[in-house]
Structure formats: C-alpha cells, structure tokens
C-alpha cells in the first residue's frame, strides 16, 4: 500500500493551532472519497518530530490524485514513503494567478484564507461532479461575500464566481482592490461597474470582470468570468439564473461583533438564512452543492441542519469516512466555535 507524507503550510498551524492535521486530514479525507479514491485513508503522523499527514492509497497516486493533493488548503510539499527515506513527489500546479490575489486584501472580518479554500473543497467533493473543481469548469457563488476570500480563491483556480453582498463598503472595497491588482499584473482584462437596474428598480450596483492569465488566453476565450452583486442576498430574482451554479460557499455571519455593518444586519443568522435559503437553493443546480461555515454559538449544528432538510436539501456526509459530526469543528475565539455544513441539492 502506497503511502505518501504530507507536510501542512507552516500557516496552518498559525489558524487552526493543534487542530490543523485533524482539520486537513477531513479535508483530503472528503476529497478522497469524493474523488473516488477507493480504500484511501489519512491520519495524522509525526517523524523525527515533525508532524505530517499520511495518506495510504491502494495504488500509486496518479495524475488526479496529485491534484486532489495539490487542491488541499494547506498541503506544502508531499514525499513517497520509501522505507526510512521520504522521496519527494513533484505536485501540479492550480493556480492560474500569482498568489497574492487571494492573500493581499487584509481587513478586520475577513474569512481565514486556507478555512475558506477548505470549504470550497469539501463542498465541491460533495457535488456530482467534483472534477470540474479541478478542470475549470466549477461555477461558484459566495452569496454573502464581503470583500471577496472566495472569489479570489475561486478565480486563482480558474473558476468563475459570483459574489453577492448587501455591504456596499465591502463592494466598493472589493472593486477597487481587483481593478488595481488586475493592472498591477498586467492581465488583460475587461471591467464594468454599474448601477443594477432590473424592470425599472435600483436593484444596487454589479461588477462584471473578465481577465484571462495571459493576452493569448484572453484571446483565445479562456477567460474567467467574475460577478459582484451589491444586493440583498434574500431576492436574486433577475440576477442569478435558476439552477446556474455548482457550488455555493458562503462564510455566514458569525452574529458578534466584528466592527462589520453586516455581521450587525444580521445578529441572527438562522433567520436570515431561512429567508435566504429559497433563492439559493433555486440558483443551485440539481447535483450541486452547499457549504456554510458558521458559528456554533449562534446556530447550533442540529438547527440548522433541520433548516436545510426543511429547504429540500440534504445534509452530507461532508468528511467521507465520516461519523464524527465534529470533524471540522474548532474553536476560533471565546466567542466563535467554527464549522461547516455541506449539503447537497
Ligand atoms: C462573515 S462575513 C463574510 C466575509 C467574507 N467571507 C470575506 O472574507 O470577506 C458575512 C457577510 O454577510 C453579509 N451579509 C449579511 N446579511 C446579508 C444580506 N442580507 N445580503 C447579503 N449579504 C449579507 C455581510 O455584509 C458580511 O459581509
């Protein structure tokens, strides 16, 4: 049985501290089994005082399982096992951007950049069609997405993403840094940022992007195409077609006090989820996704389970292997005990 060591991002620690293996151990356990890595199994290890996940495979890894590896939020480099020596395996590279797209922007409220990748993973696993995280083809809509951690994680894999937010701060914040960074690297690219009018209402305002990694890309057509929504999340009507997205990924307010507007909109998370739920679940595509980061303090994890079984989705096994309800579960602060729920439509 092939076994191959995988040695987390030193910043992982930083986040998640001792839970880090448990917590990327889920993760590539989700991906395995959404990717149909039969008999795959991970569990945390440590040699000569370093700490590593180990993942046993019944065959040797092939080209999609170094790219589930290299998916991972928080893989840094991954070794064959060979005896007392580790070998290093040379891992694919998705990132079609240069990296500092997605670790840039720093604010108060921003949603953990490698929490958010995770999510993103756990979830498109548990669609029909997980590959298309890997090929390009996932479309992924952050209905709740500030200043835009999903949608920069999901433009670096060369996905198209829709972003919605209620903030115009976070909008305008948003706005501002993609068209500066956009310059700054040279790509090629297209920007309209413009009042929404839907039948004659101000429905807020809309960015739409498109920006390809290189000119001969661009065109070519292979480009990303990118939506902001400076809109209420509980009315997409006009806005967001029925059934056109694979995955949503949202991080859900956490109902304390950031010193964010919008965590202050929505002190009860439960209630405006349950009045987001029906535009979200009609955007969704039969087969595809939702992944909810949320706060256990505020919406426990039975509720909001029910709330997405009475919304006609059904709660996944998120963690593949998984009995334990918990496997994601870690604590943040005094006041955030995180998670996520995937569930599938
Ligand atoms: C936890 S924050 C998301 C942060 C984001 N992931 C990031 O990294 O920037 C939750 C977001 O939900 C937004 N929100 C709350 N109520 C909303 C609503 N009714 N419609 C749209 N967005 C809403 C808030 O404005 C806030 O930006």
New binding site residues.
């Given amino acids: 049985m092939p076994e191959h060591l995988i040695l987390l991002a030193p910043s992982a620690n930083r986040v998640y501290a001792a839970d880090a293996p448990r917590l990327v151990g889920a993760e590539l356990q989700a991906l395995a089994a959404g990717f149909g890595m039969t008999g795959a199994a991970v569990e945390p290890v440590a040699l000569a005082g370093v700490d590593y996940l180990a993942l046993h495979t019944e065959d040797a890894l092939d080209d999609t399982g170094r790219a589930v590896v290299a998916a991972l939020s928080a893989a840094h480099a991954v070794f064959r096992r060979e005896g007392d020596l580790l070998a290093p395996v040379r891992l694919p590279r998705l990132g079609r951007y240069p990296d500092d797209l997605v670790t840039v922007q720093k604010y108060q ?3 953990n950049e490698q929490w ?1 990748r995770l999510l993103l993973n756990v979830t498109a696993a548990a669609t029909r069609e997980p590959g298309r995280l890997l090929d390009g083809g996932l479309r992924v809509l ?9 949608l920069n994680i999901a433009l670096s894999l060369g996905l198209d993403a829709t972003g ?4 115009r701060k ?1 909008y305008e914040a948003y706005s501002a840094f993609l068209k500066t960074w956009m310059r700054q690297h040279r790509l090629k690219h297209t920007v309209d940022d413009a009042q929404l009018t839907i039948g004659g209402a101000k429905r807020g305002r809309r960015l739409q992007v498109e920006v390809a990694p290189t000119k001969d890309d661009f065109k070519a057509g292979d480009v990303q195409h990118l939506t902001y929504l400076s809109t ?3 009315d997409l009507q006009g806005l967001v077609r029925s059934g056109s997205v694979d995955v949503i990924v ?5 109902g304390v006090q950031h010193g ?4 202050r ?2 002190r009860r998370p439960l209630d ?1 989820l349950d009045r ?1 739920l029906p535009e979200w679940t009609r955007v969704l595509r039969t087969g595809g996704a939702m992944g909810l980061s949320y706060n256990r303090h505020v919406a426990p994890r039975d509720d909001l389970t029910a709330l997405l079984a009475a919304h006609g989705l059904s709660v996944a096994d998120e963690h593949g292997a998984g009995e334990d309800p918990d496997a994601f579960r870690h604590r943040v602060d005094a006041s955030i005990d995180r998670d996520l729920v995937v569930a599938r439509k």
């Avoid at 952050?142 to 999903?150: A, I, K, N, S, V």
């Avoid at 919605?164 to 903030?167: A, E, L």
């Avoid at 949202?250 to 956490?254: A, G, H, W």
Wanted: net charge negative; proline share 6%.
């Fill in positions: 409220g921003k949603t958010t952050d209905p709740m997405c500030g200043r835009g951690t999903t919605v937010d209620v903030d976070d209420d999340t509980t949202t991080d859900t307010p956490y964010s507007h919008g965590d909109l929505a405006l987001a």
